[in-house]
């Protein structure tokens, strides 16, 4: 049982490159998050999706895209890569009221 | 504005000792509280949570705490392992835990042996 995946594991891109980040989960969660993790500042809700086709924005959403086009899969887009979206990216899911899942991240470098 | 605080960024603890890690919030409609637990390199796990019905929730080594009044929560470790060092993480939710949970900045457990 995987249950969260994220790929890829480490990422080192260029400004202004764009990059997708994969979330794929196998325990047919509803819920699926996207957070980052800054130093000193805990996790940070980037978007999120109640199911299938849904999307939201979460508390930082600004530069990011997501789609949510399979209910095993949640993806997160960067189409234009800051050194401020240098970060660890974190997945997540859940069903009803069980805690959240999460992956074991992605380290991003943006030059 | 920071709707849930951990204002100790780190503790060391004795192995053997009691480690109490505390968390403030400030949105009184939050309902639903988590301590997830986060080793270098990997992801955030799920430790224990309690609810806002209650003021006290117990799983073997790890008690927490809720004073619903002071708008605060505390993690209680006893007796606190080598294996305990880690980052540890409150969060909190509305809705009973069924909407994004809002983290704290963690506080990072050091326990010497």
């Known amino acids: 049982n995987a249950g969260v995946t994220q790929t890829p594991k480490f990422r080192v891109l260029k400004t202004g490159q764009s990059m997708t980040l994969l979330c794929a989960q196998d325990?047919?969660?509803?819920?699926m998050y996207w957070y980052r993790q800054d130093p000193g500042m805990g996790l940070r809700l980037i978007h999120y999706s109640v199911g299938e086709g849904t999307t939201a924005k979460g508390e930082v959403p600004d530069g990011y895209n997501v789609s949510r086009l399979k209910k095993q899969n949640f993806l997160l887009g960067l189409e234009s890569a800051a050194p401020s979206q240098t970060s660890v990216y974190f997945c997540?899911?859940?069903?009803?009221?069980?805690?959240?899942?999460f992956g074991d991240g992605t380290r991003l470098s943006i030059l | 504005d920071q709707q849930v605080k951990q204002n100790s960024p780190s503790l060391s603890v004795q192995e053997g000792r009691i480690s109490i890690l505390n968390c403030d919030y400030t949105?009184?409609?939050?309902?639903?509280f988590l301590w997830y637990k986060k080793y270098p390199a990997e992801g955030p796990t799920f430790l224990i949570s309690?609810?806002?019905?209650?003021d006290k929730n117990e799983d073997g080594r790890f008690t927490v705490f809720l004073n619903k009044s002071a708008k605060h929560l505390s993690l209680h470790i006893v007796p606190s392992q080598p294996g305990d060092s880690a980052v540890y993480f409150c969060?909190?939710?509305?809705?009973?835990?069924?909407?994004?949970?809002?983290f704290g900045k963690g506080t990072r457990l050091s326990v010497i042996a």
């Open positions: 969060a909190a939710s509305r809705n009973s835990g069924n909407t994004p949970l809002v």
């Open positions: 325990m047919n969660h509803e819920y």
């Open positions: 949105n009184s409609m939050f309902d639903y």
């Open positions: 309690i609810s806002s019905i209650k």
């Open positions: 997540a899911s859940t069903q009803g009221y069980q805690p959240q899942h």
